[in-house]
């Protein structure tokens, strides 16, 4: 078989007139024909393709050229620059002229952000911002990490976006901020200004000095740019590059709030809340903070929002308080998010929606918000909304943990000493308790006085044990409260103080906490610590008894029983004894199993009382012990057949025969 190859006929197919073509049909075979016309056609494609590309290559930098002389037009315009008069108007004109251009977008977004030549539009900004930083504009990606960080009215915070923003723009390095730079000094910008003064506040691209910020935010300030105003306030409120002035931080606020800027409306709120540089007035604080948030601020909302919750400067109302979390949570707001999560988990304001609480919780943590990442960490704890994972709540627990979270301290302590989501560390427990502790939080405060009062994790230290329950208990906590009462009673790590004791007894008990509760009432039933008053004694019983306190039950059927204190009571004495006895309640179970002896206040039941009195004796107590020997002879002897078929008494455990041949332990 021939193999055919392509022929060159010495010329160039490209120049061939075709006029002549029909000449050569006379003078070449069919095949050979073909074999030319191929090679015209892929000659004539080669030579488009590349004068294609030249021409291509020629309009692109055509119009890269005309795009930069029209940006470079337009700042003419924007900023008065080379003879030409300063029309933002018509340098946003220009602009638009050139949108392809990523620089033109970013200068653009910087316009509408600051309402230069145009309406303000956050959106519009927004929208602009996003397609230059895409193309890696600096300014556009200053400006866009900007918004996600803070948000304004209609824009979504989202601080993890804002983070990789400012990743990206750090490794431009001062190029990113030369547009800014120029602006700002050479022509006096003050939205420059203001926006180089937050490069400065924040450390972005450029090393984070307060004094250089707070300098370039008073050259836009006293150019009457309302977000230099604003933020000038803020310094001088918190002496942030500039000696701490509260008066002088209210009239730059003012002066911002006067043209409408939301940030200052809501500063003012957050002074009139907490008397700052003026009078405190929680009832104007709500109207600034509603000013604002009708204007879509976010903080505003969210400050709106616990007002309505607690109460503060208006009437309580949360469904309205969950009404201005949701309207903030919605803009990205992590605190908002976070305030609603616990609104769905606890049904406040909302119907409560686990699953929607920790959704909220989630997409505050996700943006690095301290208290959600413990909240979740918690719900993956306890499998709420979602399915149990300690694992997963100790990775949100050290998240939490990282910024220096005290709840996130103290919950780590938590799972080291009992092993939930790491393996069980006593001493890692101590370390993370003291953590918490020395940062004032009670709870922990709390839980290492019990590490250090038993030993746990820690040389056993009955002193420093009591040194943080006091200062627990000075907090309020109410359970630091009730164990540091038990120390002065029972003398330990204090000299023994009956009054003391019931002091810290009282102010437990008042808070509810039936341990105290029940405390309180046995020291005025036995005068410890003040005049015995077995009225006052079972008053204290029955509050303790109403949250099912099994030992103030017990306490209260002996009065009931004996009449001590209130009217003699032997059915109802039997009912407490039984729901104490229950719960394992070793008296109790002594108490109970001396009724069905007796009849008091039940039947007799010599197999219920055999009953109650071996499960008290098998934990040690004398008395039922004693109890036990004596029936066990007697019953055993009389019913040991009928006891033995008796299945119901088995099924309990019970085994009369058992107990002549030593079945009972011994008494302790």
Request: glycine share 10%; aromatic share 12%.
């Amino acid at each position: 078989m021939v193999r055919y190859k392509r022929v060159s006929l010495g010329f160039s197919s490209r120049l061939l007139p075709l006029g002549n073509l029909s000449f050569l049909l006379f003078f070449i075979s069919p095949l050979v024909f073909t074999m030319v016309l191929d090679h015209i056609v892929q000659s004539s494609r080669r030579a488009l393709g590349k004068l294609g590309k030249k021409r291509y290559s020629i309009t692109l930098k055509k119009l890269i050229i005309d795009d930069s002389h029209l940006v470079s037009l337009a700042e003419d315009y924007l900023f008065g620059r080379n003879s030409k008069p300063r029309e933002p108007s018509t340098a946003v004109e220009l602009l638009h002229q050139a949108i392809d251009y990523p620089s033109a977008q970013g200068i653009l977004g910087f316009c509408y952000e600051f309402a230069l030549g145009t309406d303000l539009d956050f959106k519009a900004a927004e929208a602009y911002y996003a397609s230059a930083a895409s193309s890696g504009d600096g300014l556009a990606m200053i400006r866009l990490a900007f918004l996600r960080k803070y948000g304004r009215p209609g824009i979504k915070i989202d601080r993890s976006e804002a983070e990789h923003w400012e990743r990206l723009v750090q490794s431009q390095g001062l190029p990113a901020i030369e547009w800014l730079t120029r602006a700002a000094s050479e022509y006096s910008c003050p939205a420059s200004q203001y926006c180089l003064g937050v490069c400065y506040h924040d450390g972005v691209v450029v090393a984070q000095n307060p004094e250089v910020a707070f300098g370039w935010y008073k050259r836009s300030a006293e150019q009457g740019n309302c977000r230099g105003q604003g933020i000038l306030g803020y310094c001088y409120g918190e002496g942030f590059g500039v000696e701490c002035d509260q008066t002088a931080a209210l009239e730059w606020y003012h002066r911002a709030a006067s043209q409408a800027e939301t940030v200052a409306i809501y500063n003012i709120g957050y002074c009139y809340e907490d008397g700052i540089g003026l009078e405190k007035n929680v009832e104007l604080a709500v109207e600034w903070y509603r000013r604002s948030a009708e204007q879509g601020n976010a903080f505003a909302q969210n400050s709106l929002g616990y007002c309505y919750e607690d109460g503060i400067g208006v009437s309580r109302d949360p469904k309205l308080a969950a009404m201005w979390y949701t309207k903030s949570a919605e803009q990205g707001y992590p605190w908002a998010q976070c305030n609603l999560g616990y609104c769905y988990q606890n049904g406040i304001g909302v119907p409560k929606d686990p699953v929607m609480g920790t959704y909220w919780y989630r997409e505050a943590a996700r943006q690095g918000h301290s208290r959600a990442q413990h909240n979740l960490g918690f719900c993956y704890q306890n499998g709420i909304g979602v399915q149990p994972c300690p694992v997963q709540a100790v990775i949100w627990y050290r998240k939490s943990a990282a910024q220096g979270n005290i709840f996130a301290y103290h919950s780590l302590g938590y799972c080291y000493q009992n092993g939930i989501g790491v393996q069980a560390n006593d001493s890692e427990a101590v370390y993370w308790y003291t953590m918490s502790a020395k940062k004032n939080h009670a709870p922990a405060q709390l839980s290492l006085g019990f590490c250090y009062r038993n030993g746990i994790g820690t040389e056993k230290n009955e002193k420093e044990a009591v040194t943080w329950f006091r200062l627990a208990a000075e907090q309020g906590n109410a359970l630091a409260q009730n164990s540091l009462g038990f120390c002065y009673e029972e003398g330990i790590g204090v000299h023994a103080d009956p009054k003391q004791a019931v002091f810290w007894y009282q102010k437990s008990a008042k808070q509810n906490n039936p341990w105290a509760q029940c405390n309180l009432g046995f020291c005025y039933a036995n005068g410890i610590g003040v005049e015995a008053d077995p009225t006052r004694a079972v008053h204290w019983y029955r509050k303790a008894a109403a949250q099912n306190h099994a030992r103030a039950l017990d306490k209260l059927g002996v009065h009931l029983q004996t009449g001590v204190g209130v009217r003699q009571n032997h059915v109802l004495a039997a009912r407490y004894f039984r729901r104490a006895a229950e719960q394992g309640h070793v008296a109790a179970q002594y108490h109970l199993g001396m009724c069905y002896e007796r009849g008091t206040g039940v039947s007799i039941n010599l197999q219920e009382a055999l009953y109650w009195f071996e499960r008290a004796a098998l934990t040690g107590c004398r008395s039922s012990h004693e109890r036990l020997r004596r029936l066990l002879l007697r019953y055993c002897l009389e019913n040991a057949s009928s006891a033995e078929n008796d299945p119901s008494l088995l099924d309990r455990g019970c085994h009369p025969v058992g107990w002549i041949v030593g079945y009972s332990a011994k008494a302790a």
